[in-house]
């Protein structure tokens, strides 16, 4: 659940610098930030994309092991994340045969800018675990925001309001999705919303409709656990 409890600890979202390793030895050479710990891998790539990674490994010698992964898609536009605020958790070296990354820095929040018109993707750190945020300032138009997934089996909603996407038996969840705006004064509105899907050549697009809200306030679409 790369966006709900991810256990004790900091998962810091680390730059990468070619220490990604494809499974056939390769530097993953478009990942740009991935986070640390989480139990399903996610990375950060370039032409906004995100893949989550999960692993099945099996208790005996004979079947292989296994890794599942799930795309998604940003809209249309090819923009890479950007890191905000300082460098965090200190440096970190990695070697792996001819490959090596030296100094490699963390952040606490990394940012896709512009992924639509007056729209930013936001990939951090909350109390409980990594969360997602679409940020859509005055002037965007919500119904341009679209996720694209590739590689699932089936989407669906749960009786929780949590986005869940299968593959392999096994699940990405993006837990208690919430929408809300802020008022110039501060004041947090909670904005009803429902989500609306359209599958083209394999893909689930994933849309979403608001009910009531005002076009002069930031809107915000929070995939992730609310504060504790």
Excluded at 44 to 69: C, W
């Amino acid at each position: 659940d790369p966006f709900g409890d991810a256990g004790s600890g900091v998962n810091y979202l680390r730059r990468s610098q070619g220490q990604v390793i494809r499974t056939d030895g390769s530097s993953l050479n478009d990942c740009k930030f991935y986070y640390e710990r989480t139990p399903v891998g996610v990375y950060l790539r370039a032409k906004s994309e995100i893949s989550f990674v999960m692993s099945a490994f099996r208790a005996d010698s004979v079947t292989p092991d296994s890794l599942y992964r799930i795309d998604l898609k940003l809209g249309s536009k090819e923009i890479s994340p950007i890191d905000h605020g300082a460098a965090v958790g200190g440096l970190s070296n990695y070697y792996w045969g001819s490959i090596s990354a030296v100094g490699v820095k963390a952040y606490e929040r990394a940012i896709y800018r512009e992924t639509w018109d007056s729209t930013d993707v936001h990939f951090y750190y909350g109390s409980s675990g990594p969360r997602m945020a679409i940020v859509m300032r005055p002037g965007a138009d919500p119904a341009e925001v679209k996720l694209a997934f590739n590689g699932q089996d089936s989407i669906n909603i749960d009786w929780e309001g949590a986005l869940k996407i299968y593959t392999g038996g096994r699940y990405v969840k993006l837990s208690q999705a919430i929408a809300y705006q802020v008022t110039p004064s501060g004041t947090i509105v909670p904005v009803n919303w429902m989500p609306g899907y359209v599958h083209e050549n394999g893909n689930v697009t994933v849309g979403f409709e608001y009910e009531n809200y005002n076009p002069a306030w930031p809107l915000i679409f929070l995939a992730g656990y609310p504060p504790l």
